[in-house]
């Protein structure tokens, strides 16, 4: 992408800014740092452009320490989020590999009862058919899976302009 040219007038001072944005989003950020600075010399009217725009970026610096830092903490719930679910998937697994093997022995318990002879069994209640505890265990474990969040992934796609919401940018890019 070509990097643009845009002459911008903030406050009665020229400036040419080149950048891979577009026209219009320059001009924008431009538009909002002259009503700042304005805002800031309406409420005090001796102050200077100069202090002005040191206050003005001063706000802008904090702002942008608060939104990062509350984007840190949305990645670290994220984080959480994904770790409580992958947790819950596995033990989720695990109960599945658990009903397997319990409907496997329920099956050979019972094919060894009805092998027994009748009258050296003991008296036992009866049994549900195999294929129904199958059944509701298998009801139980989508029960299951079905209350555990989703999570996506980012699109890698995503334009390369902003910051992905689950990629820290750091200083030195």
């Given at each position: ?9 903030i406050c009665g001072v020229e400036c040419v800014i080149s ?23 309406k409420q005090n009217e001796r102050i200077s452009v100069t ?97 555990l969040p989703t999570v996506t992934e980012p699109d890698p ?17």
């Amino acid at each position: 992408m070509s990097k643009n040219k845009i002459r911008l007038e903030i406050c009665g001072v020229e400036c040419v800014i080149s950048s891979d944005d577009s026209e219009e989003y320059i001009r924008t950020i431009g538009a909002e740092v002259s009503r700042s600075i304005n805002a800031m010399r309406k409420q005090n009217e001796r102050i200077s452009v100069t202090a002005a725009a040191v206050f003005a970026a001063l706000n802008y610096c904090d702002d942008c320490r608060k939104a990062q830092a509350a984007a840190d903490n949305l990645r670290s719930q994220i984080k959480n989020y994904v770790e409580d679910a992958s947790r819950a998937r596995m033990e989720a697994d695990e109960a599945r590999r658990e009903i397997d093997r319990l409907s496997r022995e329920l099956h050979t318990l019972r094919a060894r009862l009805t092998a027994e002879p009748s009258g050296d069994a003991p008296e036992q209640p009866p049994v549900r058919p195999a294929r129904q505890e199958r059944a509701a265990a298998r009801q139980a474990a989508q029960e299951a899976l079905s209350s555990l969040p989703t999570v996506t992934e980012p699109d890698p796609d995503a334009e390369k302009g902003f910051i992905s919401f689950f990629e820290k940018k750091t200083d030195e890019e």
